[in-house]
């Protein structure tokens, strides 16, 4: 079963495509958090960030980098917040890869990315030096 955004390229559902290349597309959000709220995804369905071979990823963020500024311009925004939900546990829903572009504006009311957060941890510096280590080991 294709993912609802497959749908979307193929063009059997509809939405306000603003954006498509050969291997990556782009539309509006169908419930926006801000007037100008993209999707930016890859044609094909991958199903989380880790899951993108690396050509099509670079493919991928060249398509957010010219959608940013345009995006920006095309609502007079002060600044954009673009981010993934990666994963379930993070709060994807969809699960086709899609990053999202939502317009900012002075005084919207919106929290930085920080806000995410649930509880923060208190690590300490030996934990951080073994985190540090086990990601470094894996890259
Ligand atoms: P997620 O929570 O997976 O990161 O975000 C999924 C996003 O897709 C949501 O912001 C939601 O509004 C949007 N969305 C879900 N279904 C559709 C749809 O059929 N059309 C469009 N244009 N956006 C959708």
């Known amino acids: 079963m294709p ?3 497959s749908q979307i390229v193929d063009g059997d559902i ?32 991958h ?39 990666n994963g379930e546990a993070a709060g994807q829903e969809v699960p086709h890869v899609h ?3 939502v317009p900012r504006f002075e005084g919207d009311g919106g929290g930085p990315i920080h806000a995410i957060a649930g509880e923060t941890p208190d690590l300490a510096d030996d934990e ?3 985190i540090a280590d086990a990601i470094g080991d894996r890259v």
């Open 14 to 45: 509809p939405a306000r495509v603003v954006h498509e290349d050969e291997t990556t597309f782009a539309f509006l959000d169908a419930n926006p958090l801000a007037p100008g709220h993209t999707l930016v995804i890859p044609k094909a369905d």
């Open 99 to 101: 990053c999202h572009i």
């Open 47 to 85: 199903g989380r960030l880790n899951d993108i071979p690396v050509e099509e990823a670079a493919d991928l963020y060249a398509t957010i980098h010219r959608l940013i500024p345009a995006v920006e311009a095309a609502v007079d925004a002060d600044a954009t917040t673009v981010a993934f939900n």
């Open 128 to 130: 951080l030096d073994d």
């Open 3 to 5: 993912t609802i955004f």
